[in-house]
């Protein structure tokens, strides 16, 4: 390790002048991460809902179209209840997911995350 002679003396900081007026909040690393990682899995939730809602309009358009014939296993009107029951399976599917958006539509505000931070918010 070298050592560097300096003719200056290194003064220690007398005055610390804060011009800030907002709220400082204090947080542990532990508790941001839990945040951010819950906060991630709720805007991630905002396109659930398109998988079932295109699942649906295909099987829904299947129904409306095609003229279900015998083919594998099955006769043409096991293929349309079958049909039938994907179609409704994934409309229920869809109707969920919406629900959940809906009530996680105060948890997507950024004032929700600060309070959170805060710890003025319940998870």
Request: a positive charge; one cysteine or more.
């Amino acid at each position: 390790m070298t050592h560097i002679e300096s003719n200056e003396t290194i003064q220690p900081i007398v005055r610390i002048y804060d011009n800030s007026t907002s709220n400082i909040i204090k947080i542990n690393e532990d508790k941001m991460l839990n945040i951010l990682n819950q906060y991630g899995k709720i805007t991630d939730s905002k396109v659930f809902f398109i998988t079932p809602l295109s699942s649906s309009i295909s099987f829904t358009l299947a129904l409306c179209t095609n003229d279900f014939k015998r083919f594998a296993l099955f006769t043409g009107s096991e293929w349309r209840f079958i049909f039938l029951c994907l179609a409704l399976g994934t409309a229920i599917w869809t109707i969920i997911e919406l629900c959940k958006q809906i009530k996680n539509r105060k948890k997507n505000k950024k004032k929700y995350i600060i309070d959170l931070m805060k710890g003025i918010t319940e998870r």
